[in-house]
């Protein structure tokens, strides 16, 4: 009987280990984020299959446990279909009858270098081509075991680039900072997906400095300007303009104590002038123990969103 209650108690123990193992394996594949792209020319492909086909990749993606990211990634998986036959079939109406091949590469869009390909046929019947075109697109599946293999070529390779750049990622940083480009210093650091621990490691110590330096500089505009602000009108009205401003400032930053001094500068003279209680309340204080590494993904994420096109991507084919 004791024997027995071991054996079952070492199966659970096993299988509870792969149950983790899988679970720890899902979520490492999470951290590694790809950017889907399409070329605007593709031989052969109508303009509508274009959505279509991003719309598949993506889903690939989610399906194989890997993340979307349109803002802040080299690394991209996209796609070259090729026509290899197209036939009218024999009924009544006639049809147009496609086969595809769908090759899907993950590489370094920048460079333009494929890391890991796959391909598959699709077959689609519409009553135009572009009707048959996306009929065979729809075919492609988005759960095919085989592509495990093509993704985790594509994810080795991607770590070895972040493995062997890192050093230059964290200067191109460090140039960005020496001129006050904060933010893209940051977006850069932060594009380091996790799973690379290492060189992950090594840039969450280089951002710590350079999210302080733009704190303290973001500080000292805001202080200036609100003084500006104040100055020129020293009423209630300019009160509220210089609160606006003052508030969005870090606690964190060197020059807080001055924000704070000019906020009680301004609420003295408004107490005397106008016998009314002025009193700012900083937004962020509450925040003081902000997670800082959440804190800088939000730099990097507010800045990729807002470049029309941070990067340009090449063929990898």
């Known amino acids: 009987m004791k024997n027995s209650k071991i054996v079952i108690f070492l199966s659970f123990m096993l299988c509870f280990g792969f149950a983790n193992a899988q679970n720890s394996e899902q979520a490492d594949k999470s951290k590694l984020a790809l950017a889907v792209w399409v070329p605007d020319q593709i031989d052969g492909m109508p303009v509508a299959a274009k959505k279509n086909l991003e719309n598949k990749l993506n889903q690939i993606l989610i399906d194989n446990g890997l993340a979307t990211d349109a803002y802040n990634s080299r690394f991209i998986m996209t796609a070259n279909v090729a026509v290899m036959t197209k036939d009218i079939t024999p009924t009544a109406p006639p049809m147009q009858a496609y086969t595809l091949n769908v090759t899907l590469y993950i590489g370094d869009g920048v460079e333009g270098r494929s890391f890991a390909s796959y391909s598959t046929t699709a077959k689609g019947v519409g009553e135009n081509e572009t009707k048959a075109y996306m009929s065979a697109l729809k075919n492609v599946k988005t759960t095919d075991p085989a592509y495990q293999s ?14 062997s750049q890192c050093d ?16 893209e210093a940051i977006w850069k650091l932060t594009g380091v997906p996790s799973v690379c621990s290492v060189c992950w490691d090594k840039c969450m ?57 000019l906020s009680n500068k301004i609420a003295t003279k408004i107490h005397d002038v106008d016998k009314r209680e002025w009193n700012l309340i900083y937004e962020k204080e509450v925040g003081i ?25 090449k063929s990898l084919w």
């Open 168 to 183: 230059q990622i964290i200067k191109e940083a460090q140039v960005l900072t020496s001129t006050r480009q904060f933010d």
């Open 150 to 163: 093509f993704i985790d070529k594509g994810k080795a390779k991607i770590i070895d680039y972040y493995n």
């Open 289 to 313: 123990q902000k997670d800082l590494i959440q804190a800088y993904k939000e730099v990097g994420v507010a800045y990729g969103k807002n470049q029309p096109q941070n990067v340009s991507y």
């Open 205 to 261: 110590t280089a951002l710590a400095p350079i999210y302080q330096q733009k704190l303290d500089y973001e500080c000292q505009m805001k202080v200036a300007e609100a003084t500006s602000v104040w100055n020129a009108g020293q009423s209630w009205d300019a009160a509220e303009q210089a609160g606006s401003i003052l508030k969005t400032i870090d606690p964190k930053a060197a020059c807080f104590k001055d924000a704070k001094d």
